[in-house]
């Protein structure tokens, strides 16, 4: 079943718990978009777009959109006091150097020892790879945001990834419309069960082994 708009917003928004002040942070297309719009203020964090942005803003209200202002993915931005402008070969630059504090990447599968699938369904047409190979090897923390299934209800955390990989054991968090997963030592480990959903239903649509962490909370 797909994430509807309401659950999308909740992932975001607890995505948004991981950035504290003064990060550099990357968001990629999809739902790490949305993880804009719920970073305080007055955090100081400075958001990197591959397309050369470092320091952007939240959404603009409807009405006030900049042509010339997009984020990776095309969609429009604002920027925030102190805010640069660079070529894309500076801002992988800046990828490529571990610059970057976190990177919220989007997914279609990631195994339970962090492997992540991200770029390509077979037989489907796709604009290319971006930027997805380079963040997920070179930021400090990689979370993935994603629905917990496909349409069909398969799982998308899987043992073992069946689509092409992007990286290798990268991810360190996943958040989904049910939990919140750490990897760590190649291990999948259910650290909070987001609104709604419970342990039983968590591990029933996993199919990942999932380890429950003694410190397992429950999501707001």
Known sequence: MAVGITERYLIA???AQEITRG???????GIPTLV?????????VMLHTEN???GMGPSPETGKEDGHLSNAGGFPVTIKKGASYFDSATA??????????VTILGALQVSECGDIANWIVPGKRVPGMGGAMELAQKAKKVIVLMNHTSKDGSSKIL?????????VKSANLIITEKAVF????ERLYLKEVMPGSSINDIVNSTDASVTICDSLTNGK
């Open 13 to 15: 928004k607890r995505a």
């Open 92 to 101: 992988f630059g800046i990828i490529r150097r571990g610059y970057l504090d």
């Open 52 to 54: 050369g942005i470092l």
């Open 159 to 167: 043992k073992t990834c069946t689509l092409p990989l992007t990286a």
């Open 182 to 185: 750490k990897v760590q030592d």
């Open 36 to 44: 804009a719009d719920y970073i305080p203020n007055d955090y100081g």
């Open 23 to 29: 990060m550099i942070v990357n968001l990629g297309i």
